[in-house]
Nanobody, 125 residues
Framework: QVQLVESGGGLVQPGGSLRLSCAAS????????IGWFRQAPGKEREGVSY????????YYADSVKGRFTISRDNAKNTVYLQMNNLKSEDTATYYC??????????????????WGQGTQVTVSS
């Protein structure tokens, strides 16, 4: 079965950390660009971070730059999002997505080859 599965979400206090995982099954992530997106209630989906295939170049939204780190472990067929110094405004459902073309992930058109089911992140005291 071809799928992406996110995990690692939860409830954390402001200033805390979480690490999200995006594990692929049924296909190899090596050739795919991966993106992390989030959506809060009543808000549009937002691209948070991306990592390209090949050179592994990374990209971050301004809102998370310096706090979040995306990485990939192709041997484990998994991409991670390390989230530090979390803020209440980071509260959202986080999704990972995969596409062979990075521009599809970062663009405003239809996206993507694969999507995960989402994991909830709640930042609250």
């Amino acid at each position: 079965q071809v799928q992406l599965v996110e995990s690692g979400g939860g409830l954390v206090q402001p200033g805390g950390s979480l690490r999200l995982s995006c594990a692929a099954s049924g296909f190899t992530l090596d050739y795919y660009a991966i993106g992390w997106f989030r959506q809060a209630p009543g808000k549009e989906r937002e691209g948070v971070s991306y990592i390209n295939s090949g050179d592994g170049s990374t990209y971050y939204a301004d809102s998370v730059k310096g706090r979040f780190t995306i990485s990939r472990d192709n041997a484990k067929n998994t991409v991670y999002l390390q989230m530090n110094n979390l803020k209440s405004e980071d509260t959202a459902t986080y999704y990972c997505a995969a596409d062979l073309v990075l521009a599809v992930l970062t663009g405003s058109g239809d996206c993507c080859d694969y999507w995960g089911q989402g994991t909830q992140v709640t930042v609250s005291s």
